[in-house]
C-alpha cells in the first residue's frame, strides 16, 4: 500500500504463506511507577500504548526489529486487523497493515527470524495514549491539554515499550519519514542497544519547506470554524482545515513527474470542461478530493497538530552535537543504511546526504543509496521491490 | 518590490529623475456596443476596465508596450498612486507599482520611448470588473454569478483596450507567470499585432502539480465557513481560506534553497522554543502569517478562485495545436523572449523549454534564457538587475 491509500497490486490475503495472517493490536500501560518528563516540561504516566508484534522472540532474546511509523501511520504495519475498532472498521476491511509487503514469513524483514516490534506514538489517534484519548482525571478528552510531546519524548517511549518486551538488545530500527526521525533518535539516545539502523526518506531535520508546509496545514486546521481551540470532540469537528492539511501534504508526498504521468491535465469524467469554480474538473482534482475526504474519516486533527510540530522541533544536531552534525554522527554505534529517492522533495537527497557525510567523517559505519525514482516521497513505500533488496541484504550482513 | 510585497532596496521616490511620478489609475467602459462573448459561455458588457498608461504614445502610434500583470497584481505597473481607494489605501502609501525597478524614464521598459500600457484582468478585484464588483441589473455584488473568465477572455479583453487606445501595433507585450500566459495568448491570438514578446517565468500550461496546488487552495477558500458560496460581502469574509490559500501559493513562489537563506530553522524573537502547537515559533512561520495577513487585507476570496481556475483551464497547445505544442508554436510571429529561473519550481524551466524548443521546431524566432537564481518562482521579480539587462536588450533589438 503506498502512503496515499491505494492497495498495491500484489496484496497477500491473510492466508498466503507470506502473510502474517490475521493480527490481533495489543495495548500496555507504561510508566506506571515512573513518569515520562517531556522534553517540552510536564510528564505523562500510566501511558497507554498501542502495539503490535510478528514472529517469535528467541531464546537469547537477540532477534528483534523495531519499526517505527510515520506520520500517519500506525502499530499495524502487517496483516490483516482480525478485530478493528471504531473509525478503523471501515479503513481496514480490503487492506492490511501499512508495510505488508515488507513483513512477514520469507519477505525482507522475515518474520521467520525476526521478532517484529511496532509501537503508536505518543500523541497519535490510533491506541497510543493522545489528544483524543479521554484524560483519566476529567473524563474528558484532552485536546489541546495534552502535553507537547517531541521526537525525543517519542524514542523514550518507544525504548519503555522495548524494556517492557524484554528487549534490551535489536537487532535493527528503522523508519521512514516521521519514522526516520524517531528512529535516528532513538540510535543516538541508546547508541548500544540498536545493532542496525535504517532510515528511509527522513533527516535529522526538516527542510525549512517543510517547515512551512507544516505551518499552514496547522493553521488550516486552527482556523477552522469548527476546531473550537481543541475541544472539538463532542461538537463538529474541523474536518475542512484538516482536508486542506491532508491534500497539501499529499502533494509533497508525490512529485510532479509521477503527478504528470498519473493525471497530467486529464479531466474528470469528461472530455470538455463544465467551467465551474467549485466543482472537479481534473484527474488531479479529483485525486486530492478523494484522498482528503478518505483521511479526515481515520485521523484526528489535534494529532495531526502534535505531531507534525514534533518533526519540526527535531534537529538532531542542535540536540546531540552542539550543532554540529558530525559530532551527532559520532554517536551513533549502529550500522547505518540511509536511503533517499531522487525525486523526494521532503527530505531531499541533499539532505539525507548531510547526515550520511557527517557519518563518513565521524568515521560511523554508513552504506547510503539513492533510488533513482520518479515516486517522490512516497517513493519509500511504492518502490518496493528495491527497497525490499537493500533491506534484506542489511539484515543478512547485519546478522553476521 | 517582490511578489511578497517586500519594498526593494532601490524604491525611487516619486521626485526620483527615473520614476514616472505620481500616477492616476484610468477606468473605461469597453464592449459597449458588442458584448464579449466568453470562452465557458455566457458574456460581459459594458465591461469597467482600469488600466495604467505610462510615457507618451508617439505620432505613428507604434511605440506601445502591454504589459500583463501576474495573479495578485494590477494595473498599477510603476510610480506612486496619487489617490488608491479603499483597501488599497493603506498598501500602496508606502511603495510604488508592482514593476517600478522596470519602467521609467531611463529604466529597461523607458518610458522617454515607450508608451508603456496596463490593463487589469477581468475577475479581478483591482478596479477592472469582477466578482466583486456590483452587478448593474441587481445592485449586488456579482459573487459566483460572475461568468467565468479565461485567458483567452483576457486577451481579447486587453485587446479592446488596445483598439480603445487606438494601438494597432504594439512593439511589445510581456509578462511574468500568470502574465506571461496572457502575453503568450495573445501573441497566438493576434499574431500580427505584436513585433515582440517576453515571457517570464510562465508556460503554455501550468504543471500538474500547479493544478493540485490552485484545487487546494480555492478548497480552503470554498469550505471557509464564512464563504457562503461566495455571497459574502454584507458579512464576514472568508478570510481564513484565502489566508491558508495564500500561504501555501507563497511556498511555491519560493525554493527551499531561498527560505533555508533567509530563515533556515530559525526561532522567532527567541533562543529556545515555547513548545506551542498554536502559537509561532520559526521565523519561517512568522512570515507566512505575515503574509497571509496582509494579503487578506486587499484580495478578494472569489477573485482569487477565478483568476486560479483561468490560469488552470490554459493549455496553449490544445486550444491552437489540437495539442500539438509545434503547430501552436508556428502562429507566432513575434520575436520572442523566453526567460526562466533554474529555481522556479511553479513553471520550472523544462516547462519553459518545451515552448522554445517547439518555436524552434516550427522556425520561429525566439531567444531563451535560464537565469541561475535561488529565488525560485519569485525570481522575476527580484532578480532585478538580470530581467532588467534582458528586457532592455530585447527592446533595443525589437525596434531596429
Known amino acids: 500500500m503506498s502512503v496515499d491509500g491505494e492497495p498495491s497490486k500484489d496484496i497477500h490475503r491473510p492466508d498466503h504463506p507470506s502473510s502474517v495472517g490475521w493480527v490481533a493490536h495489543q495495548r500496555v500501560e507504561l510508566f506506571n511507577d515512573n513518569p515520562l518528563n517531556l522534553e517540552a516540561g510536564g510528564s505523562l504516566s500510566s501511558v497507554i500504548t498501542e502495539y503490535e508484534t510478528y514472529g ?185 482545515g484538516l482536508a486542506a492539511a491532508r491534500m497539501m501534504a499529499q502533494i509533497t508526498y508525490l512529485s510532479e513527474e509521477s503527478m504528470g504521468h498519473k493525471f497530467g491535465r486529464r479531466l474528470r469524467g469528461k472530455d470538455s470542461p463544465d467551467f465551474t469554480l467549485t466543482g472537479v474538473e481534473f484527474e488531479m482534482e479529483s485525486y486530492l478530493n478523494h484522498q482528503a475526504d478518505s483521511f479526515v474519516k481515520r485521523y484526528d486533527a489535534n494529532s495531526y497538530l502534535y505531531l507534525t510540530r514534533a518533526m519540526d522541533y527535531y534537529d538532531a544536531a542542535a540536540k546531540w552535537g552542539g550543532g554540529i552534525l558530525a559530532e551527532t554522527a559520532a554517536i551513533i554505534q549502529a550500522r547505518t543504511l540511509m536511503v533517499s529517492f531522487s525525486s523526494d522533495w521532503l527530505f531531499p537527497p541533499d539532505l539525507c546526504r548531510e547526515l550520511v557525510s557527517a557519518m563518513c567523517l565521524a568515521r560511523r559505519p554508513v552504506s547510503y543509496v539513492n533510488i533513482p525514482s520518479r515516486y517522490g516521497h512516497d517513493a519509500f513505500l511504492v518502490e518496493t521491490e528495491q527497497v525490499r533488496r537493500l533491506i534484506h541484504g542489511f539484515l543478512a550482513t547485519n546478522a553476521l
Chains 1, 2 share one sequence.
Open 56 to 240: 517469535l522472540l528467541n531464546s537469547k532474546r537477540n532477534n528483534a526489529v523495531l519499526i517505527l511509523h510515520a506520520l500517519t501511520g500506525d502499530a499495524h504495519v502487517a496483516g490483516w486487523d482480525s478485530a478493528p475498532e471504531g473509525d478503523l472498521r471501515e479503513y481496514r476491511k480490503f487492506k492490511p497493515g501499512w508495510w505488508d509487503q515488507m513483513v512477514g514469513p520469507s519477505k525482507a524483514i522475515d518474520t521467520d527470524r525476526f521478532f517484529v516490534v511496532c509501537g503508536n506514538v505518543l500523541g497519535s489517534c490510533y491506541g497510543t495514549v493522545g489528544p483524543s484519548s479521554v484524560n483519566p482525571k476529567t473524563n474528558k478528552a484532552w485536546g489541546l491539554s495534552f502535553p507537547v510531546v517531541t521526537v525525543g519524548d517519542w524514542a523514550r517511549h518507544q525504548a519503555a515499550l522495548l524494556d517492557y518486551l524484554g528487549l534490551d538488545y535489536v537487532q535493527c530500527v528503522l523508519g521512514g519519514s516521521m519514522g526516520g526521525q524517531v528512529a535516528l533518535e532513538l540510535a543516538l539516545a541508546y547508541p548500544e542497544r540498536f545493532k542496525g539502523l535504517i532510515i528511509l526518506s527522513a533527516g535529522h531535520r526538516v527542510t525549512t519547506q517543510g517547515l512551512a508546509f507544516n505551518a499552514v496545514g496547522r493553521r488550516a486546521i486552527l482556523t477552522d470554524s469548527n476546531f473550537n481551540n481543541g475541544d472539538y470532540y463532542d461538537g463538529p469537528r474541523p474536518l475542512s
